[in-house]
């Protein structure tokens, strides 16, 4: 039954469309290789941070892009059908600049973390990503995750005219950015850490989150990941 619904979920427009979207950008990415870390020798600490947020720009958009973009058929629908027919492309391009930006203040955020946590590599190889694994467990069970994920399901009222209409488009965005990066970023993070297994895991994680997604809001309390709630 739940595969029978992931199905039709998948046929239902405008999801064809973002799967495209998504489609291109996992061929980008896999033909620009492991471009998401920095590498060569810099004069300062600060150069090299730089550097590094620079060259992770364009891998980061294209990660969000590939794993974020099916996430968004609800809300795409929800700005098609609730916005005059003149606007519609309009709103969307609003709606999905707003996300975007969300999203790449949040790369930077999680890129630093990333590289922070090299630090951790004279303990062993093990020690970031185990601690990477252990933070997106941790979110995963908490009661914040699933406040998240539950806001990301509403779909506001939209303004049919002017700069209304333009400032409700953009403030979905925002609101949907802000409840997609605090579902996903703690998932989102490990790519960034586990760098040689990173689109493969990446396209594990898609897939999980796409499930969870369409999975119906719950109640937010800490839970055991992949099996319910915990027991009082």
Not at 43 to 64: E, G, I, R
Not at 128 to 138: D, E, H, K, N, R
Not at 209 to 221: F, G, H, N, S, T
Request: aromatic share 12%.
């Amino acid at each position: 039954m739940r595969i029978r619904l992931y199905l039709s979920v998948l046929a239902e427009p405008p999801m064809p469309a973002l799967m495209l979207v998504s489609l291109f950008a996992w061929l980008a990415l896999l033909l620009s290789g492991d471009s998401m870390h920095a590498s060569g020798h810099h004069h300062t600490v600060d150069n090299a941070v730089v550097h590094m947020l620079v060259q992770s720009t364009w891998p980061w958009f294209l990660m969000v892009l590939a794993m974020m973009s099916p996430l968004l058929a609800n809300a795409i629908h929800h700005l098609w059908v609730r916005s005059l027919s003149r606007r519609r492309i309009r709103a969307i391009i609003f709606f999905t600049v707003a996300y975007i930006t969300v999203w790449m203040l949040a790369g930077a955020v999680l890129l630093l973390g990333a590289e922070q946590l090299k630090v951790l590599s004279s303990f062993g190889w093990f020690a970031a990503p185990a601690t990477s694994l252990l933070i997106a467990l941790v979110w995963q069970a908490s009661p914040w995750k699933q406040i998240c994920l539950n806001r990301c399901h509403l779909q506001p009222r939209l303004s049919a005219f002017g700069l209304a209409a333009d400032g409700d488009c953009l403030r979905f965005g925002l609101v949907k950015g802000f409840f997609c990066v605090g579902t996903c970023w703690a998932l989102m993070f490990l790519p960034l850490v586990f760098v040689s297994a990173g689109l493969p895991l990446m396209l594990v994680i898609s897939l999980f989150l796409l499930m969870e997604q369409y999975r119906p809001a719950r109640p937010a309390q800490w839970r055991i990941p992949l099996l319910g709630r915990m027991s009082n």
